[in-house]
C-alpha cells in the first residue's frame, strides 16, 4: 500500500511541480517507508527552494536525530526556530527549541 501511495504522490508531483505540501508528503512517505536518507534529502531539497517550509525543519530534525546525526538535527532546529521569527510561527517556534533542548541533553 505504502509504494502504491508514493507513486500516486509522486503523479500528482508530476502535474503540479511547484506543490511543497506533495513534496512534502513524499518525504514523509519515504520516511514511513523506512527510506530515512532519501527522506532527508527531499526535505533538504524543499528548504532549499523554501526555507520558510517550517514543517520541514522539524521532521529534518526527527530524521537526523533518528539516523545518529545529532549536531545536524540541532542545526536543522536552529535554523527552522530562526525562520519561525520570520514568519511569526510561535508553535513551531517552541516545538523546534522544545526539539533542540532535548537533543542537546542526550548529547
Known amino acids: 500500500m505504502s509504494a502504491e501511495r508514493l507513486e500516486q504522490l509522486r503523479g500528482m508531483l508530476a502535474e503540479e511541480p511547484g506543490d511543497l505540501f506533495l513534496r512534502y508528503a513524499i518525504a514523509l512517505e519515504l520516511k514511513r517507508e523506512g527510506r530515512m536518507e532519501q527522506a532527508v534529502a527531499e526535505l533538504a531539497a524543499i528548504l532549499a527552494d523554501e526555507p520558510k517550509h517550517v514543517a520541514s525543519y522539524y521532521q529534518l530534525a526527527l530524521l537526523l536525530a533518528e539516523?545518529?546525526?545529532?549536531?545536524?538535527?540541532?542545526?536543522?532546529?536552529?535554523?527552522?526556530?530562526?525562520?519561525?521569527?520570520?514568519?511569526?510561527?510561535?508553535?513551531?517556534?517552541?516545538?523546534?527549541?522544545?526539539?533542540?533542548?532535548?537533543?542537546?541533553?542526550?548529547?
Open 67 to 107: 539516523l545518529g546525526r545529532s549536531q545536524e538535527a540541532i542545526a536543522a532546529c536552529d535554523a527552522g526556530a530562526m525562520q519561525c521569527l520570520v514568519t511569526g510561527d510561535r508553535k513551531a517556534r517552541q516545538e523546534l527549541l522544545e526539539l533542540m533542548h532535548a537533543l542537546k541533553e542526550e548529547l
